[in-house]
């Protein structure tokens, strides 16, 4: 921003600290439901990950089981990570953020724990459902459809409140974190109605609902996730370093042609499909306008961080973070040349998608989420983050084992493409070829399980009040040398 | 102007250039597609699902298929690969024989939910019943696929059957596969050791005499070579006192796959 702040009298800094304690006060329960029932889907979704993973190198595991088999844990673990861990952690994230940057407090909490109780409600039913049978094979909204109704209406309460605090607004200046998560609050009930109403209460014929579907499947990463996610990093980047953000019109460019240009694309998903081809083309070009809004955000970030690299050696909060912000560009980058129908015709019905799939939703989101899930529970709980060591562990595993992931199965997913596009290439070979991929992505995984069991017992310990009082200073990986 | 109001025109107004454009325009364009019928008289194509298939369907999409199985042939011009004289060429999917043409958005007009995929680790199935129409084949290897392919990695359906006892006669519905496949559906069985030792104990001459009477060469079972050859010879042949019958569901399914078809009848917009 380009304000220029002047140094802050000793009674001014203690008023805002009061305030901030204040709205940190009146955020900790709603927030804190909404986070630890997030850490709680990671941990579920991550099982059901692993399990279907091995099913594909390890086909006789659990065979006989009706509950167990590879398409319903497949959709299970989709709903669980996706309507549950990055949804409810990017609902924290918004809820928060907004009190934090509104300098409003939340209010009337009541409900917010209502919204979080329909939310948890629905992904059960929706995992559940799906295990004994009630899945719908349409991807990303699996669940059964009894599942629908708790989500839309958790979803209408969230997106409610986050308007409301920003409405109660004391503080003049918008930062464009708030308009992200204003966007996305907004988007996301959008989209998600539209797809409901279209494919399950009153079925569109035909290709109309895949095309509905890949509409919906891209925009939940692109006007939910993403916006959630880069408002994140819009707001951890600065604060942890203690400097504006280098462009303010950098940030605006980058908001308006991300609203404008990620929702054009998805239909790429469809490409060469039984769609009329102005769709697919319209959306290629949507998806090469994406470079704008990403270069936009890359250079933001990267020139806000400059000069103050060897944060990263010890904040936990802003390495998960950045670490988040640099895969942003590579997933988008990738994703824009992924729409070009040259390279489309190699990957189409590849695991190089699921590769893809998980550098946005994992390596982009959830890194960024974790971020702020360890900056923002000790505001919340009033304790530090009681062990390094265990965030040490956390950070690693996810880091090492989302690289290996991405690599293996877009190396397997590139060749898999080039030999079923060649039908000399019997199908066997094929399978043969992925075996050992899909074996390192379970390795790939069982480290990301580590990790994710590392975060949650920190995060099980800072609620059961393990950890020294924040008034200390933050937990570092390693303690920062004093200035003299 | 208040600031909010700016961001929420703009978000609308973005927004709804998408869901215009990629939803509602294509809703109109293509919600209202007939099925094709080229003189009057002719059974117009396609059909919708019924009974069987339709149940059948259900199967399908509850169990998540189509996140192994794509139901879309693509046409001859996408996807291209060298042949081994160096020459380019194009269409894998039509050569790969999943289909006689592309398909294309009328073969889905009746499908509900249009279940495309995305993903295929296992070969294409919009034409799966022309490709290959034989029922036995279908419930055999949906069983365990491993008793059709041996490098398959699709999870055995075995909850989709039941293994009986034989009451009366043998099912016709029973299927036709070694007793290796049906001791215990979805795996592969074998005896262990001491259990084989048994077997021969109660009834090792009778498998001699039923091996010896296909084969030229006698066998010698009190040799650890004749054991395992015999015992090799007995998990080939079919139990004598169970059966495995599909059960409805299972028949539902195979119903369902005998009734993709999606990429035979010739349609005039297919052509390319």
């Not at chain 2, 869901?19 to 364009?29: D, K, N």
């Not at chain 2, 696929?145 to 519905?173: C, H, Q, T």
């Not at chain 2, 004749?226 to 059960?247: A, D, H, I, M, S």
């Not at chain 2, 119903?255 to 990429?263: C, G, N, Q, S, V």
Request: contains cysteine; glycine residues 8%.
């Amino acid at each position: 921003m380009a304000v220029t702040v002047a140094e802050m009298s000793q009674h001014d800094r203690a008023k805002s600290a009061a305030e901030r304690a204040a709205i940190d006060a009146s955020c900790r329960g709603p927030v804190l439901v909404f986070a630890s029932s997030a850490v709680f889907w990671l941990l579920a979704g991550s099982m059901l990950a692993l399990l279907a993973s091995v099913k594909l190198h390890v086909p006789y595991l659990f065979t006989g089981s009706a509950e167990l088999t590879f398409g319903r844990v497949r959709m299970a673990h989709l709903q669980a990570v996706g309507i549950g861990w990055a949804s409810l952690a990017s609902v924290a994230a918004c809820l928060w953020l907004m009190c934090r940057l509104s300098r409003a407090e939340l209010i009337y909490p009541k409900m917010l724990y209502l919204a979080g109780a329909l939310w948890n409600i629905g992904v059960s039913l929706a995992v559940v459902g799906i295990i004994l049978g009630d899945g719908q094979s349409v991807e990303w909204l699996d669940a059964p459809p009894y599942a629908p109704p708790f989500f839309v209406a958790a979803l209408g309460i969230v997106s409610a409140w986050t308007v409301a605090v920003f409405r109660r607004r004391r503080e003049p200046h918008l930062y464009v974190t708030q308009w992200y998560l204003l966007g996305a609050v907004f988007w996301f009930p959008w989209i998600y109605l539209v797809a409901q109403f279209m494919i399950f209460w009153s079925p569109a014929v035909g290709v109309v609902q895949p095309i509905v579907n890949w509409w919906f499947g891209h925009n939940v990463l692109g006007l939910w996730f993403t916006p959630v996610a880069v408002g994140t990093a819009y707001y951890l980047i600065p604060k942890i370093i203690g400097r504006p953000v280098h462009s303010y019109y950098l940030s605006i460019i980058g908001f308006w042609s991300l609203a404008l240009f990620y929702s054009w694309a998805g239909m790429h998903h469809l490409i060469g499909g039984p769609i009329p081809a102005w769709l697919a083309t319209a959306s290629t070009v949507g998806s090469m306008m994406m470079f704008i809004p990403v270069i936009a955000v890359a250079i933001n970030h990267h020139m806000t961080l400059l000069g103050h690299f060897h944060r990263l050696r010890y904040s936990p909060a802003l390495r998960f973070t950045v670490f988040g912000a640099i895969s942003y560009t590579l997933v988008s980058f990738q994703g824009s040349l992924m729409a070009l129908k040259s390279v489309s015709e190699t990957v189409h019905f590849t695991h190089y998608i699921v590769a893809h799939a998980h550098l946005g939703a994992y390596a982009f989101v959830t890194m960024i989420m974790f971020g702020l899930f360890y900056y923002m529970i000790p505001r919340l709980t009033g304790r530090e983050w009681a062990s390094s060591v265990l965030i040490r562990i956390h950070f690693w595993c996810a880091a090492v084992g989302i690289t290996t992931y991405f690599v293996a199965l877009s190396i397997g997913g590139w060749w898999q493409g080039r030999m079923m596009n060649n039908p000399d290439v019997p199908f066997a070979n094929i399978v043969a070829y992925l075996l050992p991929h899909w074996l390192t992505r379970t390795l790939a995984g069982l480290m990301l399980t580590i990790g994710h069991v590392a975060f949650a017992i920190s995060f099980v310990m800072n609620l059961a009040g393990w950890g020294k009082q924040r008034s200390g200073g933050p937990t570092f990986f390693v303690e920062p040398e004093k200035k003299t | 102007m208040d600031r909010g109001i700016v961001i929420f025109l703009g978000a609308l107004l973005t927004f709804s250039s998408s869901w215009l454009g990629l939803v509602v325009f294509p809703f109109r364009q293509l919600g209202q597609e007939q099925p094709y019928q080229k003189d009057e008289g002719d059974i117009p194509y396609p059909q919708p699902l019924q009974g069987l298939a339709l149940a059948g369907m259900r199967v399908y999409q509850h169990n998540g298929c189509m996140y192994c199985h794509t139901q879309q042939v693509r046409s001859e011009k996408f996807g291209d690969w060298w042949d081994a004289n160096g020459e380019h060429k194009t269409g894998a999917d039509i050569k790969r024989s999943y289909g006689l043409r592309r398909t294309v958005s009328r073969d889905y007009i009746y499908d509900n939910p249009t279940m495309l995929g995305t993903m295929r680790t296992g070969p294409d199935l919009a034409n799966i019943g022309v490709r290959n129409p034989s029922e036995p084949w279908h419930h055999t290897h949906l069983l365990n696929p491993r008793s059709a392919n041996s490098w398959s990695i699709m999870p055995s359906f075995a909850f989709l059957y039941a293994r009986e006892k034989i009451v009366g006669s043998r099912s016709d519905k029973a299927l036709s596969l070694a007793r290796e496949w049906t001791v215990d559906p979805g795996y592969r069985w074998r005896p262990s050791a001491k259990e084989w030792e048994a077997i021969l104990a109660r009834q090792g001459d009778s498998l001699v005499a039923q091996y010896t009477a296909g084969q030229p060469a006698a066998i010698d079972i009190t040799t650890t070579e004749g054991k395992k050859r015999l015992l090799e010879f007995w998990l080939t042949t079919p139990e004598e006192e169970y059966q495995v019958v599909p059960k409805a569901e299972g028949e539902a399914l195979v119903a369902y796959l005998l009734a993709l078809r999606k990429a035979e009848f010739p349609l005039p917009e297919a052509k390319e």
